[in-house]
């Protein structure tokens, strides 16, 4: 079974330039969440993508913005950034099925910092 | 809305003593209740889960939580800690076993001294 995986682990972009950043689900996971999680603090939910459509957004900008594609993986975008965009990005995945025990499967995380 | 407080940002024990990581929580509906640990350089795995049945949950690596509802409460426990439980603890809530969207903790450090 394989599981999440993100890349890439690391980028350093300067204000104003535009990231992507992109998530292989586990097998067998249809749902995918995005988490931004800045130094000394815990995840904070920026989005989910489930059958290719948002579904539920946190407290984030329009110029945060995602993809998810038939193979069920993933992209987030993004533009215009900013100095507290810099933080660890998190992507998280699950099944939206009666298999759904509420657990969220995460990778390891790619690394943004922005200068 | 729900928010969750953890208490504690960081928690030095000694080997073989009690683990004891306090996580309080604000829900408007019955909530599910998590709890995640964070290896350096490592995403989050989870520990342990609440969604509704026993109150008292047991996890992996020996970590159980006990959910009081009076008390809006969900402490994470350990009886003898090892040298391997040091990590970071992200206790989290969602409403419903889409944990998806689930809104965390500021976590909570465990140091563990020889």
């Known amino acids: 079974e394989t599981g999440v995986t993100q890349s890439p682990t690391h980028l350093i972009k300067t204000r104003g330039q535009q990231v992507t950043l992109r998530c292989s689900s586990q097998s067998g996971h249809n749902t995918v969440s995005w988490y931004q999680q800045a130094l000394g603090q815990g995840p904070q939910f920026i989005f989910q993508?489930?059958?290719?459509?948002?579904?539920g957004r946190g407290n984030f900008p329009p110029r945060f913005s995602g993809l998810q594609f038939p193979n069920y993986s993933s992209e987030l975008n993004v533009n215009a950034l900013e100095l507290d965009d810099s933080a660890l990005y998190l992507c998280a995945s699950s099944p939206m099925t009666d298999r759904n025990t509420g657990e969220l499967f995460f990778g390891e995380g790619s690394r943004l910092t922005v200068l | 809305a729900q928010s969750v407080t953890q208490l504690g940002s960081h928690v030095s024990v000694s080997e073989g003593a009690l683990v004891l990581l306090r996580c309080n929580y604000s829900?408007?509906?019955?909530?599910?209740l998590f709890w995640y640990v964070q290896y350096p350089n490592q995403g989050l795995q989870l520990l342990l889960k609440?969604?509704?049945?026993?109150?008292l949950v047991k996890g992996i690596n020996g970590f159980e939580a006990e959910f009081k509802k009076s008390e809006t409460s969900f402490h994470l426990t350990k009886p003898s800690a090892h040298m391997s439980d040091a990590a970071e603890y992200f206790c989290?809530?969602?409403?419903?076993?889409?944990?998806?969207?689930?809104?965390f903790g500021d976590g909570t450090t465990l140091t563990v001294k020889p």
């Open positions: 993508y489930y059958r290719e459509e948002e579904n």
């Open positions: 829900s408007s509906v019955p909530p599910y």
């Open positions: 989290a809530v969602s409403y419903n076993t889409n944990a998806g969207k689930s809104t």
């Open positions: 609440y969604t509704s049945a026993a109150t």
